[in-house]
């Protein structure tokens, strides 16, 4: 079965120019945790589909604007995250929570804008959606509806694990030398573990990973076997989740948290286009973003916490930051691999040649060719 995709795909700068108009800028992509704007005022900066996007917590509600000033193009908040009033720090213009100009320093003496004028000086407004403590951003003028994206079945299940998050997050962000596609196909691809990872997570795996959606019967999810019918290419199709039975050493701090779920288990959540949401026996959640930032680079965004405490934990940010150093050190060796094919990679290359255990990423690819043709249904 040849691969839907040529290597153009993975290697040409319009094909990629195309993308960010017609798959990152028509669907939602996951932008932050909720978690992370729970105060008042508190922000988050992200690009997504090649635009500046500020998520700020306003009066309680997130919403997301694009982070630039419309006087200048500055943007409002610099840092990743943050905690303050959206006002630009070059000339001192503060917006309201609707994104519209609050007040200019000295108005009248410096700008004199008429009425008319005044009234374009806002700040352009983004759809949100929050599914449990993951937050959602469609730069489109007119958002496709969430559902057609994510079935409600597994907003449910994001939704619950999701509930389980703690308060402190750490993040990284990790360069790498390859098309955001291929890391996406990766983490489809389960076959890879035995012979990318002998040492690091095949061990810890009892039966192997589960390709089995939990959003349907495996009797109804013909992809699981290698089979296919026309509704596995819809675009909410490309979106689910899995379990897969695990070992997890016991540690003292897990019995300070409140775990998710009923034992040791691999939890993955695949959420087209570009994320891979795991968690280890409900006890640290991970978030991988594969952000798209040419033909031939991507950066690998990592947030990662623990399930919420149930008493105080002094050294919770240091035991973060070894768990996550850990899925980094996973990750690493898949981009050795991934780098790898990128860079041997050429107009002449012929297609991938998938097995039937593919059948998801033959699927994606599916969907991702609608969408470039400018069709989300």
Not at 91 to 101: L, S, Y
Request: proline share 7%; glycine share 6%.
């Amino acid at each position: 079965m040849l691969s839907r995709l040529s290597p153009a795909h993975y290697l040409d700068q319009d094909i990629f120019a195309r993308e960010q108009t017609h798959v990152f800028r028509k669907l939602w992509l996951f932008a932050a945790f909720r978690t992370a704007l729970a105060e008042p005022d508190a922000f988050a900066t992200r690009e997504l589909g090649g635009l500046p996007v500020l998520l700020q917590n306003c009066g309680g509600e997130i919403r997301a604007f694009e982070n630039l000033c419309p006087h200048r193009q500055m943007p409002l908040q610099k840092d990743a995250f943050g905690q303050a009033r959206m006002a630009c720090p070059y000339h001192g213009w503060v917006f309201d929570p609707e994104g519209k100009v609050k007040t200019i320093p000295h108005e009248q003496r410096l700008y004199a804008y008429s009425p008319a004028e005044r009234k374009d000086l806002c700040l352009k407004r983004y759809a949100v959606r929050e599914v449990g403590n993951l937050v959602f951003v469609n730069l489109d003028s007119e958002p496709l509806p969430f559902d057609e994206q994510f079935n409600p079945e597994l907003q449910r299940a994001l939704a619950d694990i999701t509930s389980h998050f703690g308060a402190q997050a750490v993040h990284a962000d990790l360069p790498a030398r390859y098309n955001w596609k291929l890391n996406y196909e990766n983490v489809l691809d389960y076959n890879h573990v035995p012979y990318i990872h002998p040492k690091t997570f095949q061990p810890l795996l009892r039966e192997g990973i589960s390709d089995t959606r939990q959003d349907v019967s495996p009797a109804s999810d013909p992809l699981a076997s290698g089979g296919a019918h026309p509704s596995t290419s819809s675009l909410a199709a490309q979106s689910f989740w899995t379990r897969s039975p695990i070992r997890i050493d016991s540690w003292p701090w897990h019995g300070a948290v409140r775990r998710y779920g009923d034992g040791d288990f691999y939890y993955n959540f695949f959420l087209y286009p570009n994320v891979n949401f795991i968690s280890l026996g409900g006890l640290t959640f991970l978030l991988q973003q594969f952000h798209p930032l040419a033909p031939d680079s991507t950066e690998v965004r990592f947030t990662l916490c623990a399930a919420k405490e149930t008493r105080r934990l002094p050294a919770l940010p240091a035991i973060l930051w070894g768990h996550l150093k850990s899925e980094v050190a996973v990750l690493h060796e898949d981009l050795g691999h991934l780098e790898a094919l990128q860079s041997h990679l050429h107009a002449g290359a012929p297609r991938a040649k998938h097995g039937i255990y593919e059948a998801r990423l033959t699927a994606v690819a599916d969907t991702y060719l609608r969408l470039m043709e400018g069709n989300a249904s």
